[in-house]
């Protein structure tokens, strides 16, 4: 059975081939996540529960959307599993900006009757060639039936950058999406890729041809057969090192290089001399 692959799998190896190794081939366990990402995972679970209950014509207040945001944020929160790495803000400041982004989404899209909602989470699975050998997975925030008949693909974001149009003309998470999700939505209508950046509050959206579709299969081909030969695994240093979960291990991390050198210096071994003898005052 050949290895499912994913966007955030193979986004791994293009960051840094060393943290793929670490976390797909060797699968070292990681028992801590960045706040970022726990914050990504409290904010999406809030409005998948929305969305079920909107469904239902049960919408319902944003002090209730939030309670239960705060509810399963001290479930889940572990100050010694959660890792914080910009120090300088505390978990209180994350809690915060998590809140901001669903009050945000809430705003803009209440009633939540714009559009028609065809799945949330919707877990995708499909090959990218016809013997079945590349395989792609990943899971749609959620899937939408427009008003005037598009398909749309909606993703959320909770951090507070906004890519630029033209990265956005070429992301390929949401483009794999909409290849594996062709079949069962199949329609006439045109397909829309929709990211909603939550805390900036802004919607983007773009869309692909055939032809680029096409292309990104290719390359999307090409690269997991990059990743199949790879035996190095050369790691890349940048900034977000500071982030991976593997800087206690992986011997390029500069983090982990600080810390040794910030380390006081092991005491030598052996038989040390006499101390000088010091001289009475005359």
Known sequence: MAEIYSHSRLSSFEDCPRKFQYRYKLKVPVDSEGIEAFVGKRVHEVLERLYGFAERGLVPSLNRVLE???????????????????????????????????????????????????????????????????????????????????????????????????????????????????????GDGPVRLVWHYLLPNQVRSSSRTPEQLEALREQTIGLIDR??????????????????????????????????????APAAEGPQPAPRRQLPLI
Not at 74 to 79: G, L
């Open 227 to 264: 990743i199949r030969v790879e035996t190095r695994y050369e790691p890349k240093t940048g900034p977000l090192c500071r982030w991976c979960e593997y800087n206690d291990i992986c011997p390029a991390s500069p983090v982990r290089q600080e810390r040794a050198s910030a380390e006081p």
């Open 68 to 186: 239960r945001y705060r509810i399963w944020w001290d479930e889940h929160f572990d100050a010694a599993r959660v890792r914080i790495v910009r120090t300088e803000n505390d978990a209180a400041y994350y809690r915060q900006l998590g809140e901001q982004c669903l009050s945000n989404y809430y705003r803009r899209c209440y009633p939540f009757d714009g559009d028609e909602t065809l799945a949330t989470e919707e877990r995708v699975l499909f090959p990218l060639d016809a013997a079945g050998e590349y395989r792609i997975q990943g899971f749609v925030d959620r899937v939408v039936r427009s008003r005037d008949g598009a398909l749309e693909i909606h993703d959320y974001k909770t951090g507070q950058r906004v890519p630029s149009q033209r990265q956005l003309d070429s992301d390929r998470q949401l483009a794999l999406y909409q290849m594996g999700l062709a079949k069962k939505y199949a």
